[in-house]
């Protein structure tokens, strides 16, 4: 195995003071960037989803706080499965990444891991996801099973569509679907209605961090919202995340959210309205930092979600 202190083996998008590269063992840190623990941003975009769900099922019920184990299991399924998914993904797209200067750093096309290493360390994550999942209901587990096809399938999409965000956000955001399940063992209007805002605010985001590949893509024949809108990019992104924005709404008012939540939400809509107006398509220090800033998003929306549960609780009104 190579030695990861290559240059050539960096990874562009990693926070350069990640501590994979500073504390982890050398003979471990492929795995762990094959899992982007490097850069676990998109772990918790993939979590917050599963939060929301548990929390806004929990309020409906009037609840003065969220299931704190469910939390924790969420907390541990969605960094392993986002790491199983990831490594499915660089296994696909090997080839691709080998050609493109911001993944050519990647354990698999730089050489650090094989291909059949990567799939090894993809199975043994998904089974810790399965011992995960069947601590929920039956419902549940078949549900996040579900899941699993669009796993599968995402990392095809962009040699084929334009809309690969669209895939990303079925997938990405499954555990909106998941979170309420947890807690009523079936599915309702809420939960599809705070899926499908997730579902946009992907559409939104991941076309963000699209523009930082797209001279790239254009070259290799694939496609992404971000060479489909262009010059257009910050009127699309501010529908999809309009569109978020108003489906949550619906989503906290149809579970009896209360003030708090929505104050939550207006602070979210502040947030996102600035990563639009601040958008430079062409700069992709700019588009990273604004993608990254999501994180941001699914905190206020979880704060204002336990502060809701919490202060309705104790006034008598949930």
Known sequence: MNSTSDTSKIIADAPPDNWVDRHAPASIQPYLKLARLDRPIGSWLLLFPCWWSLALAELSMGRPYPNLWYMLLFLVGAFVMRGAGCTWND????NYDGQVARTAGRPIPSGQVSVAQALLFGVALSLIGLAVLVQFNTFTIWLGIASLALVAIYPFSK?????PQVVLGLTFKWGALVGWAAIYGTLSTTAFVLYAG??????????IYAHQDKEDDALLGLKSTALRFGEATQNWVAGFYGGAVVLWAIAGFLAGAHLIFFTALALVAIQLAWQVSTLNTNDPANCLRRFRSNRDVGWALLLGLIADMAISALAGLA
Not at 91 to 94: E, K, P, Q, S
Not at 159 to 163: G, I, L, Y
Not at 198 to 207: E, F, K, Q, R, S
């Open 91 to 94: 296994i696909v797209d090997r």
């Open 159 to 163: 040699r084929f569509t334009f809309w």
């Open 198 to 207: 997730c579902v946009l605010w992907t559409i939104g985001y991941d076309t």
